[in-house]
């Protein structure tokens, strides 16, 4: 056989075992898991000797037996896995948003430098909430593209939206007697009263100035015989740990709806604050006066009392509360502000400038419109070509080729580049320039010499036209490449490679079964 | 018959292309006065929300535009169908959906919104795009032939065909998408496949064979352009997606441009300047 047939075939193969490694893979893949012995990208083949989908509808009590890629496992349960699987892939195709749906937000970055950052803020803020599979890209200097497999858009754009600035406050009053009075932090100021400004400790302030005191920052609020003080306790920094224990994490019942609860722990200086502030706060009955206010990006979120037992203490733990219509929207609210509060404020505000879902139904119908639309050119291509040539026998050839084009792009893009909407037009673009340049060479290889030539003299010519359209084409697709955003990189990626795949494999195989069939 | 009359009055053909180009010179011209751009842009590349939803029922079209008066519908039939609206960015998209509660929808929605800031943005990317795809293009077109004048003609007959194609998406109300620029794209790279085909034989022939020599070009050359419009045709007329369908009508029209392009104009010129030489 000739050898530019055999490499074709060797391409193909190759393609084949590049784009399904394992096609009688078995079991379940963990994509998300809450039994510790086992974690997402793990495959179980059985549970308790029963199939996995059968298995994780099923209530387990007991040690449970689990067979995975890397070992059996025994997990002691009561009550269902807590585990979501999907069938181990069988092919490396990377099927992106366009197909598989999902949701994808460009942001914009309000400031330049903090990229990375912002970056590791948002991946920790959208993991801890639990989206599966997001995918970040910087785009540019200041936009960030966000991919998520699950959730929804709303949920999406609360967690992005909101940049994350957390603030406890606490309103308090200093009583003057006979303009006089005193606030005591660390330690003892006088207070008076100064042409309608305010005299605390040495500072001269007016109403909604801001000061600060004993590294306490005050926001003076209002002054008249008394003056109305708000002090900032604890900011996004000071928040050391949030709690997700089962202990400190709570959903209650209530006559209007459901509750949530959850405790974070505070920095000793913050926790310092806290006690110096409520000192001056006097106790009615079992709580203080004031309440603690608690702020996220300047919203109020939660407003607590304070018992009367804390007054002057550190205090380094406090528990969040707050309430919802149904238990699902509060365990989602509850998860939301956690992983905001766990994940810290971003460097600077974002703004989202893209928000799409893209609904998983219509990208698999578009999958199965292109793969009918493929069938129906082809059928065209081959009606036109018989036309033409009279010979039904080319089609079988020229299909086959072109065919092996598109397996030859898949196998090497297989698991890198994702299959979406431009990687299909790129696809598109690569038969086009492989059907014209089949035409080229059959023509040329058919047409009677006015002189004499050998074939291959005449293929040789061909390959120029070949080259040079092929060349074109590249050339037009390179610029897309180094185009910001990504826009149609994809598209440019396939076409680039089906181009020249063609021109280096497969145009050279056709020339070879041409040279056969033309002879006979 | 028909190639004995395109022989005899090959110096007049060459008025057809010229027309078109001055024409689409003149639509695109227009555009970009009274509007600021040579072609009306669609939501990706100016800002808007778009709805896609896959549809099981036939729709009155007049009907939804007398309920959505301010957005854009376009209904594709296919292998299955499809409903695509488009609105401002500052519309409701949910409050759109639930007006079609009538239509049977399947699944959910796809909503995209693309905000007018990043839509300028991508404009401007796709501007730097068309032109320098053109560039490169042109650049790798003198590479190949080395000479001035052949190279020149078969950059006039590329900037025809995509210039007219151009102006006929202007005519037909279609607006400027990332899969259109795409096709736009592919047809940059794809309209000089015809011509560098009767360039690179013309350039070699004798005189006494250059008339057999173009007969060969234009037969290969038509194949070529009628199984891309076959292929084009099909995916239209069947594949019942937006993308496709899209990109498919754009090319098709670029296909159809291109032959006025190459077998009336460029080589019409070529001619000239051999006979000249």
Known sequence: ?520 | MIFRIYERYWKLWLFIPLAMLLIAVAILFNNMISTGSILARDVELSGGKMIVLEIDTAVDVDKLREKLPEASIHVTQGATSSLLIQVPYDADETGIIEELSDITIKGEPTVRSVGPVLGELFWKQTQYALIAAFAMMAIFVFILFRTLAPSSIVLLAATTDILTTMATLSLLDIKLSLPILAALLMIIGYSVDTDILLTSSLLKAKKEEMSQKLKNSIKTGLTMSFTTVAALLSIIFISGSFVLEQIAFVLLIGVLVDIPATWLGNAGWLRLWLLRK
Do not use: C, H
């Open chain 1, 1 to 520: 056989m000739n050898k530019r047939i055999i490499m074709l075939l060797f391409f193909v193969v190759l393609s084949i075992v590049l784009i399904a490694p394992n096609p009688f893979a078995k079991g379940s893949m963990v994509t998300a898991s809450k039994v510790p012995q086992l974690s997402a990208g793990d495959i179980i083949y059985s549970i308790n000797d029963m199939n996995v989908d059968d298995a994780l509808n099923k209530d387990f009590s007991g040690n449970v037996k689990i067979e995975t890629s890397k070992g059996t496992r025994y997990v002691k349960m009561d009550g269902k896995l807590n585990i979501t699987v999907q069938d181990v892939p069988k092919t490396n195709l990377k099927f992106g948003l366009d197909i598989n749906g999902g949701t994808r937000a460009l942001v914009k970055v309000n400031s330049s430098g903090v990229l990375d950052q912002t970056i590791q803020t948002l991946q920790t803020r959208i993991s801890l909430f639990g989206l599966r599979e997001s995918s970040f890209r910087a785009v540019e200097k200041n936009f960030i593209e966000i991919s998520i497999a699950g959730g929804t858009k709303e949920e999406l754009s609360e967690l992005l939206s909101r940049q994350g600035k957390f603030e406890a406050k606490i309103p308090f009053l200093i009583r003057l007697t006979n303009g006089k009075g005193e606030i005591t932090l660390d330690k003892t100021y006088g207070v008076t009263l100064e042409d309608g400004k305010a005299r605390i400790g040495d500072k001269l302030v007016g109403e909604n100035e801001t000061f600060e005191l004993s590294t306490i920052q005050f926001t003076v609020n209002k002054i008249s015989q008394n003056v109305n003080l708000t002090a900032l306790i604890f900011t996004g920094t000071d928040i050391k740990i949030v709690f997700l224990d089962p202990q400190r994490n709570l959903i209650q019942r209530t006559d209007s709806g459901y509750n949530w609860q959850f405790t974070i722990q505070l920095s000793n200086e913050g926790a310092q604050r806290f006690a110096w502030v409520t000192r001056n706060i006097p106790s009615v009955i079992n709580y203080l006066e004031s309440q603690i206010f608690l702020y996220l990006d300047d919203k109020l979120i939660d407003a607590l009392n304070i018992a009367s037992g804390l007054k002057g203490k550190a205090e380094t733990e406090i528990s969040i509360t707050g309430g919802a219509q149904t238990q699902q929207e509060a365990v989602k609210e509850k998860a939301k502000i956690q992983s905001i509060l766990r994940s810290g404020a971003l460097p600077t505000t974002i703004e989202i400038v893209q928000l799409d879902t893209i609904s998983p139904n219509l990208g698999q119908s578009f999958l199965y419109n292109a793969l009918i639309a493929a069938m129906a050119a082809a059928a065209g291509v081959a009606a036109v070509i018989t036309v033409r040539y009279k010979k039904p026998k080319l089609i079988v050839p020229m299909m086959a080729v072109s065919l092996s084009e598109i397996v030859i792009v898949l196998g090497i893009t297989a698991g890198r580049v994702t299959i979406d909407l431009p990687f299909i037009a790129g696809i598109i673009a690569t038969i086009g320039t492989g059907i014209d340049a089949q035409i080229i060479m059959l023509d040329e290889a058919m047409r009677k010499a006015e002189r004499i030539e050998t074939l291959r003299e005449k293929l040789s010519r061909a390959f120029f036209i070949i080259f040079g359209s092929a060349g074109t084409v590249i050339a037009a697709m390179l610029p897309l490449m180094f185009l910001g955003f990504g826009l149609l990189q994809g598209f440019a990626i396939v076409t680039i490679i089906g181009v020249l795949s063609g021109i280096l494999i497969t145009r050279p195989a056709f020339g070879a079964i041409i040279e056969k069939i033309v002879k006979v």
